[in-house]
């Protein structure tokens, strides 16, 4: 099992830095040649907040919301870690571990979620 772990972690990290690659590429290609105006912080407003706007720019080829893919599947592989640990520590019969992982797991989730944000 930790053999399946740490490859899931490494699996994880080397998809989600490739996609991160090809989307900086193809950002890198529509805006390349636009001069950076560091003058003043305009906070930028690319809309990827939610997975429909995410997924609706990967359909158009949109850099950004490739990147912001590729984070996602950076956020996701420690989280898939922690369901896969809770999963064979349930084979195990080991429930007071179970619970621990459970617990973990509601409070990455509760903090991804826009609960803590106001």
């Known amino acids: 099992m930790q053999l399946i772990m740490g490859n ?3 699996i994880g990290v080397l998809l989600s830095m490739t996609v991160v690659f090809i989307g900086g590429v ?3 290609i529509g805006f390349g040649q636009q001069k950076a ?3 003043e912080f305009i906070m930028d407003d690319a809309g990827f907040f939610s997975l429909e706007s995410i997924w609706a720019g990967i359909l158009d080829l949109n850099g950004k919301a490739i990147i912001q ?6 956020i996701f592989t420690p989280i898939s870690r922690v369901i896969l640990a809770v999963i064979s520590f ?11 992982g459970l617990m973990i797991l ?13």
């Open 90 to 100: 349930f084979i195990e019969r080991d429930y007071l571990y179970v619970l621990i």
């Open 69 to 74: 893919l590729g984070i996602l599947l950076l």
């Open 26 to 28: 193809i950002y890198l």
């Open 37 to 39: 105006d560091y003058s």
């Open 8 to 10: 899931l972690l490494r």
């Open 106 to 118: 509601s409070i990455i989730l509760f903090s991804l979620s826009n609960k803590l944000a106001g």
